[in-house]
């Protein structure tokens, strides 16, 4: 189970469709431009928009950041167009991003990631909120909220 969202989901039918971005479409050949919902917030108040989307594909995508998943460093760039609209810029050709994007990528908020007191446990959106987690042992401590 993820904990973070993404901008995309499967439906159960595996049919693509939008999580926390509302729409998307592919403007040419390395451009696809997702519209992003509006009114959602981390549960550390945070507020989810393009800045949070930008920083978090340009972390996955920097290979300077060793990360273990690298299927999203196929993107360039991601381009703020408004607070509600990004163009994501891949390097070449890439008509599968969306499929990607609905297990890959999830979007985490820049401004607890960036401190150096950042809490251990993750800060999401969702419904499930971790209360507690001890390394090396198995999460169990959820507890539930309305979005």
């Given at each position: 189970m993820n904990i973070y969202d993404f901008l995309?989901?499967?439906?159960?039918?595996?049919k693509i469709q939008p999580l926390l971005a509302t729409s998307y479409r592919i403007v040419n050949d390395t451009t696809w431009e997702l519209n992003l919902?509006?009114?959602?917030?981390?549960h550390n108040g945070e507020e989810f928009n393009a800045a949070a989307v930008k920083f978090s594909?340009?972390?996955?995508?920097?290979?300077?950041?060793?990360?273990?998943?690298?299927?999203?460093q196929i993107i360039e760039r991601?381009?703020?167009?408004?607070?509600?609209?990004v163009h994501v810029i891949t390097k070449k050709p890439f008509p599968y991003l969306d499929?990607?994007?609905?297990?890959?990528?999830?979007?985490?908020?820049?401004?607890?990631f960036r401190?150096?007191?950042?809490?251990?446990?993750?800060?999401?959106?969702?419904?499930?909120?971790?209360?507690?987690w001890?390394?090396?042992r198995k999460t169990t401590s959820w507890r539930w909220r309305p979005i």
């Amino acid at each position: 189970m993820n904990i973070y969202d993404f901008l995309l989901t499967r439906a159960p039918d595996l049919k693509i469709q939008p999580l926390l971005a509302t729409s998307y479409r592919i403007v040419n050949d390395t451009t696809w431009e997702l519209n992003l919902r509006q009114g959602v917030k981390f549960h550390n108040g945070e507020e989810f928009n393009a800045a949070a989307v930008k920083f978090s594909l340009e972390r996955l995508a920097d290979p300077k950041n060793k990360l273990q998943q690298t299927a999203l460093q196929i993107i360039e760039r991601v381009d703020i167009i408004n607070e509600y609209r990004v163009h994501v810029i891949t390097k070449k050709p890439f008509p599968y991003l969306d499929a990607q994007l609905t297990n890959v990528g999830a979007v985490i908020p820049p401004n607890i990631f960036r401190r150096r007191d950042r809490p251990i446990f993750p800060c999401t959106r969702l419904a499930r909120v971790l209360t507690s987690w001890s390394a090396g042992r198995k999460t169990t401590s959820w507890r539930w909220r309305p979005i």
